[in-house]
């Protein structure tokens, strides 16, 4: 079955930057895009941008233009997302989603002095 | 952006009582290709989002028949027709005819 796994919460400082992984299994990688969507604390669910793994074409939202990479890596099956210049307002539950059916099980990114 | 409005804000049900959830979008989101690009999500306590309805109307694999969508254009609606208490937590909108994707702000049923 399908399965995207993704990589353990990340604590910050305020100007840093976290990388986020994503594993896909379970289907052709290169098949399908990938979304990285947000959740702060408390809050609803935001789209961050997304990736094709056929061919690393990315899409962001213009809020996260310059500030946000999406790659992926088709020797190992992996998403990344890497946000720069993280403030504490980037403190939130991050997810990966295939096609918006099936979802990783978030990392919580803290930003924090 | 086109902006999701979904009503009410929170919802408190019985078990065995329906439950209806609203959806408004600032622009239409019937595709050229005539496919109506309108999902619904169930975010569970604790848990990532998963999707019960797609393209306005469709039951995703092994969601319950008690679940329904409909609608059309820009206003839609998720039915419950009896709820269960394992259908607990916040329900999204959601629309990908255009990026950026966006949210509706979410109806917490409880």
């Known amino acids: 079955q399908v399965q995207l796994v993704q990589s353990g919460p990340e604590m910050k400082k305020p100007g840093a930057s976290v990388k986020v992984s994503c594993k896909a299994s379970g289907y052709s990688f290169t098949r399908s895009g990938i979304s990285w969507v947000r959740q702060a604390p408390g809050q609803g669910l935001e789209w961050m941008g997304g990736v094709n793994p056929y061919n690393g074409n990315t899409k962001y939202a213009q809020k996260f233009q310059g500030r946000v990479t999406m790659t992926a890596d088709t020797s190992t099956n992996t998403t990344y997302m890497e946000v720069r210049s993280l403030t504490y307002d980037d403190t939130a539950v991050y997810f990966c989603?295939?096609?918006?059916?099936?979802w990783g099980q978030g990392t919580l990114v803290t930003v924090s002095s | 952006d086109i902006v999701m409005t979904q009503s009410p804000p929170s919802l408190s049900v019985a078990p065995g009582q329906p439950a209806s959830i609203s959806c408004r979008s600032s622009q239409s989101l019937l595709h050229s290709d005539a496919k109506t690009y309108l999902y619904w999500f169930l975010q569970k306590p604790g848990q990532s989002p998963q999707l019960l309805i797609f393209e306005v109307s469709k039951r995703f694999t092994g969601v319950p028949d008690r679940f329904s969508g409909s609608g059309s254009g820009t206003d839609f609606t998720l039915k419950i027709s009896r709820v269960e208490p394992e259908d607990v937590g916040v329900y999204y909108c959601?629309?990908?005819?255009?990026?950026?994707?966006?949210f509706g702000g979410g109806t917490k049923v409880e």
């Open positions: 959601m629309q990908s005819i255009q990026l950026p994707i966006t």
């Open positions: 989603a295939r096609d918006t059916v099936d």
